[in-house]
T-cell receptor, first 114, second 114 residues
Framework: EAAVTQSPRNKVAVTGGKVTLSCNQTNNHNNMYWYRQDTGHGLRLIHYSYGAGSTEKGDIPDGYKASRPSQENFSLILELATPSQTSVYFCASGDGGLNYAEQFFGPGTRLTVL | AQKVTQTQTSISVMEKTTVTMDCVYE???????LFWYKQTASGEIVFLIR??????ENATVGHYSLNFQKPKSSIGLIITATQIEDSAVYFCAMREDMGYKLTFGTGTSLLVDP
């Protein structure tokens, strides 16, 4: 069974609308991350979380909010979506410790903002 | 600030040959982790292999191995006996020891021809 799941897998939104992307992990990892992937940029970190109730800004947080209501769930919120936020969004989980330094990714959400 | 650079945009090889993908990184930390991920045509991102900066031995997992040259800040991925299913985009990434986030390169697209 997939340990990191995302919903929806595809989303079409209108400019100015609110979009919420959801992520759930069953790895029991403390840390969760939201990335976006664009051609020529690889994966860039938007927000991350150390645990329930915490959110931290990544490298490109402008225009995005995040919410971590529980160990398992981490949401990415676009309050006022813009066409420049059209991208593929990946959620990941990881433990951050020496033995579990790698992150594990969800299947991605393709977002189109018209 | 961390930086990861993959200069090879795409590589094409014949099946059953060996391929090396390059990656150089920049960091101020003396301790860090280096990773390679594979993104398949379906978009799935899969963790392949990691190298801890304090380890002198090159990591090996299956037909993946690393060429870690710390003085050159270089971490190459070597795939031996390539298979058609190795065709994918490969990302190099780094995490500093006390940090939590990954910094990714822009990826190298590998095509394995029969």
């Amino acid at each position: 069974e997939a340990a990191v799941t995302q919903s929806p897998r595809n989303k079409v939104a209108v400019t100015g609308g609110k979009v919420t992307l959801s992520c759930n992990q069953t790895n029991n990892h403390n840390n969760m991350y939201w990335y976006r992937q664009d051609t020529g940029h690889g994966l860039r970190l938007i927000h991350y979380s150390y645990g329930a109730g915490s959110t931290e800004k990544g490298d490109i947080p402008d225009g995005y909010k995040a919410s971590r209501p529980s160990q398992e769930n981490f949401s990415l919120i676009l309050e006022l979506a813009t066409p420049s936020q059209t991208s593929v969004y990946f959620c990941a989980s990881g433990d951050g410790g020496l033995n579990y330094a790698e992150q594990f990714f969800g299947p991605g959400t393709r977002l189109t903002v018209l | 600030a961390q930086k990861v650079t993959q200069t090879q945009t795409s590589i094409s090889v014949m099946e059953k040959t060996t391929v090396t993908m390059d990656c150089v990184y920049e960091t101020q930390d003396s301790s860090y982790f280096l990773f390679w991920y594979k993104q398949t045509a379906s978009g799935e991102i899969v963790f392949l292999i990691r190298q801890d900066s304090y380890k002198k031995e090159n990591a090996t997992v299956g037909h993946y191995s690393l060429n870690f040259q710390k003085p050159k800040s270089s971490i190459g991925l070597i795939i031996t006996a390539t298979q058609i299913e190795d065709s994918a985009v490969y990302f190099c990434a780094m995490r500093e020891d006390m940090g939590y986030k990954l910094t990714f390169g822009t990826g190298t697209s590998l095509l394995v021809d029969p």
